[in-house]
């Protein structure tokens, strides 16, 4: 399950957001529940599926000593735990801990970000694509090469 492009949406006044139709299929049979995850990484509201996230619990838990940084960025992840249904049309309820936490307000970005989703406030998704980006010596040190 790969999620890819991005849709601007409106929170509700419940704070509840429709994914994109694509999300939502994919999340309705690759999961059976129909339940997804919902926490915070990387200062955004990401959506995992319930597998992923026992799958991650498991790799954390291999690090025995874990730096300082990597037990605040497990301090978040775990705090921002949610489990949230997919409704039928794709409507998702996101905690307001979780909308507080990641500064999401009425407009937001749900943009695919390969095996997880991420939900931004849509002037942080804008401010995203204004910058310039040259990532070309780190695909280059890991043998990547775009066919583009």
């Not at 994109?20 to 299929?25: E, G, N, T, Y």
């Not at 838990?61 to 775990?78: A, D, F, G, H, M």
């Not at 039928?88 to 307000?105: N, V």
Request: hydrophobic share 40%; aromatic share 8%.
């Amino acid at each position: 399950m790969k999620f890819r492009g991005h849709a601007h949406r409106s929170l509700d006044d419940k704070g509840r957001l429709i994914l994109p139709p694509d999300f939502r299929d994919m999340i309705r049979s690759g999961v059976p529940e129909s339940v997804i995850v919902l926490t915070i990484f990387d200062r955004h509201v990401i959506g995992i599926t319930p597998a992923q996230w026992a799958r991650m619990e498991d790799e954390l838990e291999k690090v025995k000593t874990p730096s300082r940084e990597l037990q605040n960025t497990i301090r978040i992840l775990y705090s921002g735990y949610t489990e949230t249904p997919v409704g039928a049309q794709g409507r998702i309820a996101i905690p307001a801990h979780l909308r507080k936490s990641g500064k999401l307000d009425k407009d937001v970005v749900v943009m695919g970000a390969g095996r997880r989703f991420e939900i931004w406030p849509a002037d942080s998704f804008e401010r995203l694509l204004d910058e310039d980006y040259d990532v070309s010596q780190e695909l280059a040190e890991n043998n990547v090469s775009l066919p583009f």
